[in-house]
Structures are given as structure tokens and as C-alpha cells.
């Protein structure tokens, strides 16, 4: 019996080695990193508190997640607790105060793996509170007064604020409830909001690409304008001035019942309109609806 012959050693081959071997072994070689990095992750704990320099609690985030909530106590402070977790070795942390506030920075000291955190901090109840988070999702709660919330590239979770409120996300979805005062503002470059439960006397919505979803809206005046995506707005009071308007998505509006009238504009472009509310152009009830690409309802 003769012994097999091995495969004679051709010009295509020969590539296919030369290129296939380093790719295979860039392969093993990031799986094995990604699985020790999996299991080799460090953990810091972080407890710090700052005193404001300045009359309000100005909070910044880099990265980690941030709750941010009212404080009891009547000092000027912000305390910062929570965990940041890193692969192979701990994240770097620093909280310190600014000209306006307190900053709070971490960092991954390798970036390969998993890195997060999670961090609260409590501000001093009363105080106009400016707070941003560059890169996690932003959580606030029982705050009153002048609020100002940002998030970068995160959701936006806001309840139970009352005053004058500004909501704006970049890249994340906004969800807002039971927001109340003079004024509420939300804003959105690239996500959905959904809202419930917003009383204030004004509320304007924004967003450039996103659907729009309010319910429980009682607020007299309400401006929204949205760019690509729907707006759906259920009133549970009669509003005095609503302005919507949409370039790419329907508009539907949900009025409450009741012998109110409503002095109705409404225009689509390049869709259906249907008014199936009491109207006459004597109401002081101004409605006005208008969306380029889309359908306009106006309903109870």
C-alpha cells in the first residue's frame, strides 16, 4: 500500500495561507483579550462630596450613568456615590468644583472590555440645578425650581419635577412624567419623547427625528414641531393655543370632551385631514395644525 500524497502546494494556495493565518490569528487573539476582559474587571467604589462655589448645583458627566435627586439637608453640598467598573484595572475618577458647579470625569485605564457606572448624586433642594451626562443616560426626580437636563448619547428619564423644566437629549430617547410649573421644554435630535402627566402652563416640544407621544397633557399653551416623525397628544384639559407642526409624520390630536369649542386650522400637504371636534371660528380656543407629508386628526 503506497502512502497519500499531500497536496501540491499552488500559487493559490500559497496566497490563501499568507493572508488566512494572520486574520485567524487576529481573530483567536481579540476573542481571547474580549474573554479575559470579561473576567478580569476591576470595580471602584465612590463616596465624595463637594461644596457649591456658586448659587446653583451645576452637575457634569462624562461617562457613567448619573441619578440625580433632591437632597434633605440644608448645606450647599453635592455628594457623588456609586461604582465604576473597568477591564483589567480600576477607572480613573475625579469629582471636583468648578467656576459654576461640580464636574465629575472617569476614565477606562484600558479600552478593551466592558466599561460602566453608575453613579447618584444629590443636590440641595431649592437650588437651580443645570445637570448634563455626556455619554450615560441621565435619571432625575424630585427637583423644584429651575431645572436644566441634558444628555449626550443616552436616554433622558425625568419625574416628578416642578418648575420652570428644559429637557434636551442628542442622541438618546427622552421619558418624561409628571412635570408641572410655569413652563416645560423638551428637546430631541434623534429619539422618541414620551411624556404623561405634564400640567405646566406652557409646554413646547422639538424633535428632528422621532415620534412625539404625550398623554395626561394639561397645559394651556403647547407648541411642538417635528421634523421626521409622529405627534400624538392627548389632552385631558382644554387647551387656549396649540401649534404643531410637522414636516414628515402625521399629527393627532386627542381633546377632551365637554361643550368646549375650537377654532380649528388645520393643513396636510400631501395627506388627510379629519376634524371631528366642535369648531367655529369665533372659539377662543386656537388649534392649529399643519404637517407637509403626513395626516392631520383632530378627535376626542
Known amino acids: 500500500m503506497t502512502a497519500a500524497k499531500g497536496l501540491p502546494m499552488t500559487p493559490g494556495r500559497v496566497a490563501a495561507l499568507v493572508l488566512g493565518v494572520p486574520v485567524a490569528l487576529a481573530i483567536i487573539f481579540t476573542v481571547a483579550v474580549s474573554l479575559v476582559a470579561e473576567f478580569g474587571e476591576d470595580s471602584v467604589l465612590v463616596d465624595r462630596t463637594v461644596a457649591l462655589p456658586g448659587p446653583a448645583a451645576d452637575v457634569t458627566v462624562d461617562n457613567p450613568d448619573l441619578t440625580l435627586s433632591a ?7 453635592v455628594r457623588v456615590r456609586g461604582t465604576l467598573t473597568g477591564a483589567f484595572a480600576r477607572p480613573t475618577f475625579d469629582i471636583r468644583a468648578t467656576a459654576t458647579g461640580v464636574a465629575v470625569t472617569s476614565h477606562c485605564v484600558v479600552p478593551t472590555g466592558t466599561c460602566s457606572g453608575a453613579l ?10 443645570v445637570a448634563s451626562d455626556a455619554n450615560g443616560n441621565l435619571d432625575a426626580s424630585g427637583l423644584s425650581g429651575l431645572i436644566s437636563l441634558s444628555a449626550g448619547s443616552g436616554d433622558l428619564r425625568a419625574g416628578h419635577l416642578a418648575g420652570t423644566v428644559s429637557l434636551s437629549d442628542k442622541s438618546g430617547n427622552v421619558i418624561a412624567s409628571g412635570l408641572s410649573g410655569p ?24 424633535d428632528n427625528s422621532g415620534d412625539i407621544t404625550v398623554s ?26 396649540v401649534n404643531i407642526t410637522d414636516l414628515s409624520g402625521d399629527i393627532t390630536l386627542v381633546l377632551p370632551g365637554g361643550p368646549a369649542y375650537y377654532q380649528v386650522s388645520a393643513q396636510a400637504s400631501s395627506g388627510d ?6 369648531h367655529r371660528t369665533s372659539s377662543a380656543n386656537v388649534i392649529t395644525a399643519s404637517a407637509t407629508s403626513g395626516d392631520v386628526t383632530i378627535k376626542y
Open 71 to 77: 437632597s434633605s439637608e440644608a448645606a450647599r453640598l
Open 216 to 241: 395626561g397633557l394639561g397645559a394651556a399653551d403647547v407648541t411642538g414641531k417635528v421634523q421626521s416623525g409622529d405627534v400624538t397628544l392627548t389632552f385631558t384639559k382644554v387647551p387656549r393655543r
Open 273 to 278: 385631514i379629519s376634524i371631528g371636534v366642535r
Open 183 to 206: 413652563s416645560v421644554r423638551i428637546s430631541e435630535q434623534a429619539g422618541d419623547i414620551d411624556a404623561s402627566g405634564l400640567s405646566a402652563g406652557s409646554v413646547t416640544l422639538l
Open 120 to 129: 447618584h448624586a444629590t443636590v440641595p433642594a431649592g437650588l437651580p440645578v
